[in-house]
């Protein structure tokens, strides 16, 4: 099997774009699920052989330390979780099951793919995931066991898991148009950026709208008759969907004006009540399941409130201002490192929004990983 092919597979499993029709078993967190990603994740340790000796570098040494860091602060949450919730040691390893997709890191460095192989990967991902979104937007097919509706509209039918992991191919695609023009590459970019916009998801569509902007107008080098093309072209497929635009513009000023707002409850809930004691504020409250607070649980629904709808304040709420920091840590390194790529770097700005990532479930700690690696493969053996 071919590095790019695992990546690949790897990247359909974590996403749940096996979430068909045909497979209604494997539903998203689901348990059938998780094993089976576990099972491929051990599947790269019985297939491949180790080529290269990146995990024995001193910078690759240096940020498996700072995943350590990361681990040990998801170690003490457990403990909190249990002094301050009740919450059991065994109860809590069947709770956390999403964070073993960390080992990933490890196959990984195990491989020792190369940056394009991976690329290679996300590539294969996103045409399979265009592919499934023509089918579902276009041709209205009930591809998938999301909410589905033929007699709706293509807004009210955007539920196509694995969204998120697209991102980085995007800013992949971006990158490589500011370093050579081609027609194919803005067309495939193009696509995505259409994508986000029907998609109508802020946190993924306005970032990657700016980014996409940016570079076409001041980053990409060719003639200035197809820039002119180019920049026309653009500004009426803006002008197309300004409306659907000024909609959600109009939404997002409502909603930061709104103290009522369902959002900023939640986050003042995690900020500010949900933690019993300053130890849960520096420390994390833990991942709290269902089974062990049912009262909890009971109440965010009751409430509207989702971990997933706050990001980055979810995962403070789980692992404390020291998880923060953890994280934090890792990211900020790769981004004040001027060596690093501009894909990497676009993808962990847009990651620093803080209401669309939660790092606790597969698919982002899968992209998380790969992005990191692709990093240190890149300071390794390309710099």
Request: aromatic content about 20%; proline content about 3%.
């Amino acid at each position: 099997m071919k590095p790019s092919l695992y990546v690949y597979l790897v990247l359909v499993v974590v996403s749940n774009l096996f979430n068909l029709r045909f497979l209604p078993d494997l539903v998203y967190d689901s348990n059938e699920s998780f094993i089976l990603l576990m099972g491929i994740i051990a599947l790269g340790f019985i297939c491949f052989r180790p080529k290269r000796i990146i995990f024995k570098t001193s910078l690759t040494k240096k940020y498996i330390q700072y995943f350590e860091f990361v681990w040990i602060t998801i170690g003490i949450s457990i403990i909190t979780c249990f002094l301050f919730w009740g919450q059991s040691p065994i109860q809590s390893f069947l709770t956390y099951r999403r964070l073993f997709s960390y080992l990933f890191l490890f196959t990984l460095l195990w491989i020792s793919p190369s940056a394009d192989e991976i690329i290679k990967g996300f590539k294969y991902y996103t045409y399979t995931f265009l592919v499934i979104a023509f089918c579902i937007w276009i041709l209205h097919i009930p591809m998938t066991n999301v909410i589905y509706d033929a007699n709706a509209e293509i807004s009210m039918n955007n539920s196509i898991p694995g969204t998120t992991i697209i991102l980085f191919y995007f800013y992949y695609l971006l990158m490589k148009l500011r370093e050579r023009f081609s027609f194919k590459g803005l067309i495939l970019v193009s696509c995505l950026m259409v994508y986000y916009v029907i998609n109508q998801n802020r946190s993924l569509m306005f970032p990657c709208l700016f980014f996409y902007i940016y570079t076409l107008v001041y980053k990409v080098k060719f003639n200035f008759f197809l820039k002119s093309i180019i920049i026309i072209s653009l500004s009426c497929v803006l002008s197309y969907n300004f409306e659907l635009i000024g909609n959600l513009l109009n939404e997002t000023r409502g909603q930061l004006d709104d103290d009522g707002y369902v959002r900023w409850t939640a986050i003042k809930y995690f900020l500010t009540d949900l933690s019993p004691n300053f130890i849960c504020d520096i420390f994390g409250n833990g991942i709290i399941s269902s089974i062990s607070n049912p009262a909890l649980w009971l109440r965010l629904y009751a409430n509207m409130w989702n971990f997933n709808d706050v990001g980055w304040l979810g995962y403070y709420a789980f692992f404390g201002l020291l998880g923060i920091i953890a994280i934090f840590n890792i990211i900020l390194r790769i981004l004040f490192d001027r060596r690093s790529f501009s894909d990497v770097r676009m993808f962990l700005i847009h990651m620093l929004v803080p209401t669309i990532w939660c790092l606790w479930m597969p698919d982002t700690i899968v992209l998380f990983c790969l992005v990191v690696y692709i990093y240190l493969y890149r300071r390794t053996y390309v710099l």
